[in-house]
């Protein structure tokens, strides 16, 4: 894989960053950030905002990228361990691969302000009331991130443009919204292996203008798992010129929801967190982000004080969270501790019964697709061996 050149587009409402890149196949594409050309000054016309973009594609495919352009020194020296935590979080699917044919050279500091990406959902709730009292400035909507661009065919996005334009309002922010068309061409799983170096590409774009960019967490410290966006690997993506921040980890979604955000009414009245509206700006009631959701505001009384979510019962829907993954039996669990803080024990015990299923629906599908006989024979060892364990252990 080549990145062969680098370049802007202009109209008089618009400016693109693109990078001409060719592939395997020896055909090209070009891979573009779109943003009003009134943030012109903010566009970083490097190779700093694609190498994010073409590195996880290339060690997924197990090619070399060759980059003939200046790469900021202190994210070429990040390289290395990025390879090294995907190809260890990863094995199977990513190895590592040289990175070659780069100049490096040192950014300098050109802004003093700050971004977030935001989405209307919990964590970026979460992070602008942690921040905006800081040095917090921006907030950073682009279509082509949470869906590829080419789904948004119906304007879908507009609702959701508007509600940001508004929390922008209300909290004295200003918005940056722009377009990338990057998934379409590299379809990758996003929550799981593209989610940190999707979002540090848009940061990296806008470094002329944005010398600190958050994304906001959806696990806590305690979840030390695989996942495309994570403490442990999201600051990696840095440049002198601009800091990416992991930010919110101290909590889990629960606990951000329950303690900060709930508190705000604004924010509880514009929380957006639905995964079956296409990338629209209404919540569906059932899906397991919605449910999820729902179920952490009933838990802590606040479930009718918010009008995003016009159905207000979760009688019969917890079954619908689905720990199916290990990120989403992670977010569950902490679901399942804030029910028990709040004395909510009739959903502990419902909780309980989701994260059991998940449990074995996650390891036990691994286990079972080396066979059903090995896998049935395995887990009646595993309780004959428990229950003579216990027995002989009192008769102690």
């Given at each position: 894989m080549k990145l062969l050149d680098i370049y802007t587009r202009e109209?008089?409402?618009?400016?693109?960053?693109?990078?001409?890149?060719e592939q395997a196949n020896h055909e090209t594409v070009e891979l573009f950030f779109e943003f009003p050309v009134a943030y012109k000054t903010f566009i970083n016309v490097t190779a700093d905002p694609f190498l994010p973009l073409l590195l996880i594609p290339a060690m997924y495919s197990g090619e070399d990228l060759e980059i003939q352009h200046d790469i900021s020194t202190k994210l070429i020296t990040s390289i290395e361990i990025i390879q090294d935590i995907f190809s260890s979080w990863y094995p199977e699917s990513f190895r590592k691969v040289k990175v070659w044919g780069y100049k490096t050279i040192e950014r300098t500091l050109s802004s003093g302000y700050s971004g977030q990406f935001f989405s209307l959902g919990v964590d970026s709730f979460y992070t602008l009331l942690k921040n905006r009292d800081k040095d917090l400035r921006y907030l950073v909507y682009m279509q082509g991130l949470e869906l590829p661009l080419s789904r948004y065919t119906h304007n879908q996005e507009y609702g959701v443009v508007e509600n940001i334009k508004n929390v922008c309002e209300h909290y004295e922010l200003e918005l940056i919204t722009g377009q990338t068309n990057f998934r379409d061409h590299f379809q990758l799983d996003w929550p799981k292996f593209y989610h940190g170096a999707g979002l540090a590409s848009v940061a990296l774009?806008?470094?002329?203008?944005?010398?600190?960019?958050?994304?906001?967490?959806?696990h806590s410290y305690d979840a030390h798992i695989?996942?495309?966006?994570?403490?442990?690997?999201?600051?990696?993506?840095?440049?002198?010129?601009?800091e990416i921040v992991h930010d919110g980890a101290e909590k889990g979604r629960g606990f951000?929801?329950?303690?900060?955000v709930a508190h705000d009414p604004y924010a509880l009245n514009n929380l957006r967190v639905c995964t079956e509206n296409d990338g629209g700006d209404y919540n569906c009631c059932h899906c397991r982000k919605c449910v999820m959701t729902m179920a952490a505001l009933d838990i802590i009384g606040k479930l009718d004080d918010s009008r995003v979510f016009p159905d207000k019962s979760i009688k019969g829907k917890i079954q619908r969270i689905r720990p199916y993954s290990l990120s989403s039996y992670i977010l569950v669990r902490d679901l399942q501790t804030l029910a028990g803080k709040y004395g909510r024990f009739d959903l502990v015990k419902e909780i309980n019964k989701e994260l059991i299923v998940?449990?074995?629906?996650?390891?036990?599908?691994?286990?079972?697709?080396?066979?059903?006989?090995?896998?049935?024979?395995?887990?009646?060892?595993?309780?004959?061996?428990?229950?003579?364990?216990?027995?002989?252990?009192?008769?102690?």
């Amino acid at each position: 894989m080549k990145l062969l050149d680098i370049y802007t587009r202009e109209s008089e409402t618009h400016i693109k960053l693109v990078g001409l890149v060719e592939q395997a196949n020896h055909e090209t594409v070009e891979l573009f950030f779109e943003f009003p050309v009134a943030y012109k000054t903010f566009i970083n016309v490097t190779a700093d905002p694609f190498l994010p973009l073409l590195l996880i594609p290339a060690m997924y495919s197990g090619e070399d990228l060759e980059i003939q352009h200046d790469i900021s020194t202190k994210l070429i020296t990040s390289i290395e361990i990025i390879q090294d935590i995907f190809s260890s979080w990863y094995p199977e699917s990513f190895r590592k691969v040289k990175v070659w044919g780069y100049k490096t050279i040192e950014r300098t500091l050109s802004s003093g302000y700050s971004g977030q990406f935001f989405s209307l959902g919990v964590d970026s709730f979460y992070t602008l009331l942690k921040n905006r009292d800081k040095d917090l400035r921006y907030l950073v909507y682009m279509q082509g991130l949470e869906l590829p661009l080419s789904r948004y065919t119906h304007n879908q996005e507009y609702g959701v443009v508007e509600n940001i334009k508004n929390v922008c309002e209300h909290y004295e922010l200003e918005l940056i919204t722009g377009q990338t068309n990057f998934r379409d061409h590299f379809q990758l799983d996003w929550p799981k292996f593209y989610h940190g170096a999707g979002l540090a590409s848009v940061a990296l774009a806008l470094s002329g203008g944005i010398a600190r960019m958050y994304i906001a967490s959806s696990h806590s410290y305690d979840a030390h798992i695989p996942v495309g966006s994570s403490f442990m690997l999201d600051h990696y993506w840095s440049t002198e010129q601009t800091e990416i921040v992991h930010d919110g980890a101290e909590k889990g979604r629960g606990f951000k929801l329950a303690e900060v955000v709930a508190h705000d009414p604004y924010a509880l009245n514009n929380l957006r967190v639905c995964t079956e509206n296409d990338g629209g700006d209404y919540n569906c009631c059932h899906c397991r982000k919605c449910v999820m959701t729902m179920a952490a505001l009933d838990i802590i009384g606040k479930l009718d004080d918010s009008r995003v979510f016009p159905d207000k019962s979760i009688k019969g829907k917890i079954q619908r969270i689905r720990p199916y993954s290990l990120s989403s039996y992670i977010l569950v669990r902490d679901l399942q501790t804030l029910a028990g803080k709040y004395g909510r024990f009739d959903l502990v015990k419902e909780i309980n019964k989701e994260l059991i299923v998940g449990f074995h629906d996650l390891y036990g599908r691994k286990e079972m697709s080396y066979g059903l006989g090995r896998y049935i024979r395995e887990l009646l060892f595993y309780l004959y061996t428990k229950l003579s364990r216990r027995l002989f252990s009192n008769e102690q």
